[in-house]
Nanobody
């Protein structure tokens, strides 16, 4: 069973910063690509950033230069550092990984950016 637990969301003013964390099951973490997705009200869930087991990263164009994804394999945790936040970053942020053909999701953490 793969478990993903996000934390770190909250209310922040535009231009501010937040760091999200996702704690994953120890048995799979170090070998898996981890992704951060977000879903705004009435919109589809989109990829924000991902990081492979080797540390290679990928970002959505809308967050490049503002967000940084990282991982700590010793803590089985992936992070999303979000800087220069904008109102359009408001969404529920989800952690995701694929394991044995099944896509696993956390319950999400809400980020609200006030303008």
């Amino acid at each position: 069973q793969v478990q993903l637990v996000e934390s770190g969301g909250g209310l922040v003013q535009a231009g501010g910063s937040l760091t999200l964390s996702c704690a994953a099951s120890a048995s799979i973490f170090s070998r898996n690509t981890m992704g951060w997705y977000r879903q705004a009200p009435g919109k589809q869930r989109d990829l924000v950033a991902s990081i492979t087991s080797g540390g290679n990263t990928n970002y959505a164009d809308s967050v490049k230069g503002r967000f940084t994804v990282s991982r700590d394999n010793a803590k089985n945790t992936v992070y999303l550092q979000m800087n220069s936040l904008k109102a359009e970053d408001t969404a529920v942020y989800y952690c995701n990984t694929l394991w044995k053909g099944i896509s696993y999701w956390g319950k999400g953490t809400l980020v609200t950016v006030s303008s």
